[in-house]
């Protein structure tokens, strides 16, 4: 089982400052890393695709970076609405496995 | 609009069993490869299970291997998992996601979730 993780666990951020998430694979898994962000009480919504791939719909200030066992979630000008928990997501091998989440509270 | 509707979820005894449904609409069902995935209250994301657009199965999560079974009615635009000898610690929120068309991820549209508690 490839096993990610995050850091860091939790991130406490003024606004317009710079986040950086990241997530480390146990083994390669190329660009099959997805990240995903879940507000309180509410369902997963796809931020990232394939490590680097923009989604429609999802403000500009997200961006992914990263490939093999190493990837970042940048979110730019943090605003208030951007608390939340990140989590990464492999795709590359059974069974598909979450990171443990990081969660973003604003100051 | 893209909608998937969880039910089925409730309160069940150890041992006991429970049927999960997930209702698509908005999108073209048929060529869509869904997911459940849980989370346990308080706690991270666990993929559970996920099925291609032809009724094969991307497989299971260890801990649900063997009691679980994903399954999909294309006629009917769901898809549903029948969850035998259920154990305390899969109580969660089960969240049916599907998948971009030809895809098999990443998940780009989540249901609501319906939550299972099981608990004697």
């Known amino acids: 089982e490839i096993v990610l993780t995050q850091s860091p666990d939790f991130q406490s951020v003024t606004p317009k400052e710079k986040v950086t998430i990241t997530c480390r694979a146990s083994q390669s898994i190329g660009s099959s890393l997805h990240w995903y962000q879940q507000k309180p009480d509410q369902s997963p919504k796809l931020l990232i695709k394939?490590?680097?791939q923009s989604i429609s719909g999802v403000p500009s200030r997200f961006s992914g970076s990263g490939s093999g066992t190493d990837f970042t979630l940048t979110i730019n000008s943090l605003e208030a609405e951007d608390a939340a928990a990140y989590y990464c997501h492999q795709s590359s091998s059974l069974p598909f496995t979450f990171g443990p989440g990081t969660k973003v509270d604003i100051k | 609009e893209v909608q998937l509707v969880e039910s089925g979820g409730g309160l069940v005894q150890p041992g006991r069993s429970l049927r999960l449904s997930c209702a698509a609409s908005?999108?073209?069902?048929?060529?869509?490869?869904m997911h459940w995935v849980r989370q346990a209250p308080g706690k991270g994301l666990e993929w559970v299970s996920g099925?291609?657009?032809?009724?094969?199965?991307?497989g299971y999560a260890d801990s649900v291997k063997g009691r679980f079974t994903i399954s999909r009615d294309n006629a009917k635009n769901s898809v549903y998992l029948q969850m035998n000898s259920l154990r305390a610690e899969d109580t969660a929120f089960y969240y049916c996601a599907k998948a971009p068309v030809g895809s098999y991820f990443p998940f780009d549209f989540w249901g609501q979730g319906t939550l299972v508690t099981v608990s004697s």
């Open positions: 394939y490590a680097s």
């Open positions: 099925i291609n657009w032809n009724s094969g199965s991307l």
């Open positions: 908005g999108f073209t069902f048929d060529d869509s490869a």
